[in-house]
């Protein structure tokens, strides 16, 4: 379950603490508070209106993982798991739910019987054609409000972002010794 970020923290309130508690100055965070309530409105209105089409982020996201993989067998639901960052168990659900709505399949490897690919259906290839137009132009809506030059260095800002992530995992590989 995730929250709703409803309003952002005071811009004092952000200057206190980042003063107090690191060397960065205010505008690290602030922009960082600004990324996380875009973060937490787009999540809550995706959520939304995936909700229209009888589907959840999560099982949206399956879909669209499966639709864009180029390889015929699928994936295997760890494989599933491991790319959208989810126990296998939780995925377990997730995939019982698509295949009960006739999205997916699962279908066994033929060499290696205890091996099981999760498949797109027709059924589930036309629910991503039926949902993909509008998602992509609410996202194109959205982001419209940005010139070219401004959406580039938007993107390498937010690479750079990503690309520092790796100190939280270091973080939680240090909570599981």
């Given at each position: 379950?995730?929250?709703?970020?409803?309003e952002l923290p005071e811009d004092e309130a952000i200057k206190e603490f980042s003063s107090r508690y690191t060397?960065?100055?205010?505008?690290?965070?602030?922009a960082l508070m600004r990324l996380l309530k875009i973060s937490s409105d787009l999540e809550h209105n995706m959520e939304a209106y995936?909700?229209?089409?009888?589907?959840?982020?999560?099982r949206y996201s399956?879909?669209?993982?499966?639709f864009r993989c180029n390889c015929p067998q699928g994936f295997s639901q760890s494989e599933i798991a491991k790319k959208m960052c989810v126990s296998r168990a939780s995925m377990t659900s997730f995939i019982d739910s698509l295949e009960k709505d006739g999205?997916?399949?699962r279908k066994p490897d033929t060499v290696d019987r205890r091996l099981i690919y999760i498949q797109l259906t027709p059924k589930g290839h036309k629910k991503v054609e039926a949902v993909l137009p509008?998602?992509?132009?609410?996202m194109a809506q959205f982001m419209k409000c940005i010139n070219k030059t401004e959406a580039e260095?938007?993107?390498?800002?937010?690479?750079?972002?990503?690309?520092?992530?790796k100190i939280f995992e270091q973080c939680d590989s240090a909570k599981k010794e």
């Open positions: 379950m995730s929250f709703l970020l409803k060397k960065l100055g205010s505008p690290y965070f602030e995936f909700q229209t089409h009888g589907l959840s982020d999560g399956i879909l669209m993982l499966l999205y997916v399949v509008e998602h992509m132009r609410m260095q938007l993107y390498n800002i937010l690479d750079k972002l990503l690309g520092n992530l």
